[in-house]
């Protein structure tokens, strides 16, 4: 069968420097002009196009991207990633109405509360393995959601309404139908998202992450400190969801509970999937079309989610891999983990 | 509020363990699929809620009753809520089936990795709940009633409510069942061989496909069944019923220590009185966040489950 991810992988193995800066500025291009894109076949037929493209495709390519250093990258199953995304949401809504602090000096702390949150999940819970921390980690997503519906000091059913937008920067204006400024702007962080990961990925964590996901006790037997690693993908994941949130709230500017259940969690987990554990790439394509899918089949008004369960199920089927799967040196050795 | 609590504890025990007896016929459901393929199926909680509007059809349509009929007595009574019973079962035992052929069995017989199973489950799992949301147009769907809800005696203060009594008991017949099912046939047996070492079992001519549409059946068999008996305690029910009562019980499922049929049964009934008594002390509203955090710190003492086998070594 043909393997775009291979194909896609030679050329690039193939290019000299210069070329592969040119195919990544190219790249970068092409998902800056999106936009501009609007009145194609590209529009949506009920939501603005340009609105869909920062939310949900931006937000969820933002998120998916964080949630693969968990699943893809070291093999922890985590069902309860939108805990982190309601934690810097409402770090953002709270501190924004509350405080006079801008979007841009809140998205540290979100991004910083995200990570203490996973740090004191991850702790109990990472001692335990597979369907146990699933659970667990949906338990917590559950507890989050469900303390920010009673907590009546945190908004309550009524959620946080009026954050602030961030303010403006070099004389652009973050106005609330700005979409194309909002997209540039999450395409900034996308790209140092995945600028980071690429980053961790080929050093001493990058392996060690490659170790447990394969095999963890025979990582634990050759000295990689199992636990210690298993923290810190966790950890650096909720990084990236916690700075979801902040970047959410500030485009949505209303915030509540509802935004955050169960079921954003599990969308998230099938964009990654769907996409190609493991491999940035994928995991991006599938969060673009899992996030902007929805939208574009809204024609088929009532019968919208049935048919996409049924894409989930064909394409699963087809490709359990993901459309563009993690490469084939990386999936050389038999994997235990996965072929159970 | 403690006085309070001594008075209305029997009763909210009896209440509990009625919730429990649902948990534990769903949790079943999770964890014999659970025991064959280590895999958590998702979509069981969408096969519990087409049971209970199994019971809602035979009900309504089978047996003609309206919203003003005179609720039925005696023998007949008897007669209708065994039909519904079978109605659930079969509803669901065959949806489950059918969930197997179309999300797990190409995905298994290829060995794909272990979450595209997953995915697809959940894939399965929206469209069942869609399909059913627009076929009832998003509204509850109330059930007649078909028998009033009298109070038989009392226990040690506790008011014995017949749909209480009738759901402790026939949910005590079937767990009993079952584990009569899974001990002594020969399908239980093959069951039991499966999910201890899947290899051997094959080596030993067992029909893998055979006992995993098996194994669906039967979990779906009894998920339906706890469709079944909410349906005769709260009287309605929704497309979106599935998701909090699939969650609960899989976290029953898991506190007792998934894979293991004993395990979903003191895991469903903890779970049911637990969650009956932090109603009544916090209020309905953080009920779930009291089950949660139990299950954490059970789960940090006894990382397997309370009656677990070694499962730490089994990996997502």
């Given amino acids: ?340 | 509020m403690l006085a309070n609590f001594q008075n209305q504890f029997a009763s909210l025990t009896v209440g509990g363990l009625s919730l429990g007896f649902i948990y534990v016929l769903i949790a079943l459901g999770y964890t014999m699929v659970y025991g064959v393929l280590r895999m958590i199926n998702f979509a069981n909680s969408e096969v519990f809620m087409y049971g209970t509007f199994a019971s809602i059809i035979v009900i309504r349509d089978v047996f003609n009753f309206t919203q003003q009929s005179e609720p039925a007595t005696g023998f007949r009574l008897a007669y209708i809520l065994f039909f519904c019973l079978i109605g659930s079962m079969l509803m669901s035992g065959l949806l489950s089936v059918f969930l197997e052929l179309v999300a797990y069995r190409r995905l298994r017989n290829k060995g794909s990795n272990k979450l595209a199973p997953l995915i697809s489950a959940i894939g399965m799992s929206i469209v069942l709940a869609e399909f059913m949301r627009i076929l009832t147009d998003s509204r509850y769907v109330g059930s007649p009633r078909v028998m009033e809800k009298k109070v038989l005696g009392s226990f040690f203060g506790a008011e014995l409510r017949i749909d209480n009594v009738i759901i402790v008991v026939s949910g005590l017949i079937l767990f009993v069942g079952l584990s009569q099912f899974v001990d002594k046939t020969r399908l239980g047996k093959a069951i039991r061989a499966v999910s201890m070492n899947e290899d051997a079992a094959k080596l030993m001519g067992v029909n893998l496909n055979f006992v995993v549409s098996g194994t669906f059946l039967v979990g779906g068999l009894m998920t339906g069944a706890a469709g079944f008996f909410y349906i005769l305690k709260y009287e309605n029910t929704s497309f979106n019923i599935g998701f909090e009562l699939g969650i609960a019980a899989f976290t029953a499922a898991i506190l007792g220590g998934i894979g293991n049929i004993k395990g979903a049964f003191y895991g469903g009934l903890a779970l049911g009185l637990l969650e009956t008594y932090a109603s009544f002390f916090l209020g309905t509203q953080w009920k779930a966040v009291t089950v949660f955090l139990v299950l954490v710190v059970v789960l940090y003492f006894r990382p397997n489950g309370v009656f677990g086998e070694a499962i730490t070594q089994t990996r997502a």
């Fill in chain 1, 1 to 340: 069968m043909f393997n775009l991810r291979d194909w896609g992988a030679d050329i690039w193995e193939r290019s000299s420097r210069p070329i592969r800066v040119l195919i990544a500025l190219g790249a970068i291009a092409v998902a800056a002009s999106l936009p501009l894109l609007g009145g194609t076949f590209l529009n949506t037929p009920v939501a603005d196009y340009g609105s869909v493209l920062v939310f949900p495709v931006a937000i969820f390519v933002i998120m998916a991207l964080g949630l693969n250093i968990v699943i893809g990258k070291s093999g922890l199953l985590d069902l309860g990633y939108v805990a982190f995304f309601a934690i810097g949401a409402y770090t953002m809504g709270l501190l924004g109405t509350k405080t006079s602090l801008n979007s841009w000096e809140i998205l540290p702390i979100g991004i910083a509360m995200a990570m203490f949150a996973g740090l004191i999940l991850g702790v109990p819970a990472l001692r335990l393995r597979g369907d146990y921390l699933a659970i667990i980690t949906l338990g917590f997503g559950e507890i989050v959601r469900i303390t920010a519906l009673n907590l009546n000091s945190i908004g309550g059913t009524n959620g946080i309404v009026g954050i602030p937008t961030p303010p403006t920067i070099f004389g652009l204006e973050y106005t609330f139908d700005n979409h194309r400024l909002y997209f540039w702007t999450f395409l900034i962080i996308i790209l140092l998202t995945i600028w980071m990961i690429r980053r961790l990925s080929i050093r001493r964590s990058g392996r060690a992450w490659e170790s447990i996901r394969q095999d963890e006790d025979a990582a634990e037997l050759m000295g990689v400190p199992t636990f210690r690693y298993k923290i810190w993908a966790f950890v650096l994941g909720a990084s990236v969801g916690g700075a979801a949130g902040v970047l959410y709230a500030s485009k949505t500017l209303f915030i509540s509970p509802d935004n955050f259940t169960l079921q954003v969690s599990i969308l998230i987990l099938a964009c990654v999937v769907f996409g190609g554990m493991g491999n940035i790439w994928g995991v991006i394509l599938g969060a673009i079309i899992l996030g902007y899918l929805p939208d574009r089949i809204r024609f088929l008004s009532d019968a919208r989610l049935l048919v996409f369960g049924a894409v989930l199920v064909i394409m699963m089927n087809l490709r359990p891999d993901g459309i563009l799967p993690r490469k084939k040196r990386e999936k050389a050795l038999p994997d235990k983990s996965q072929h159970e």
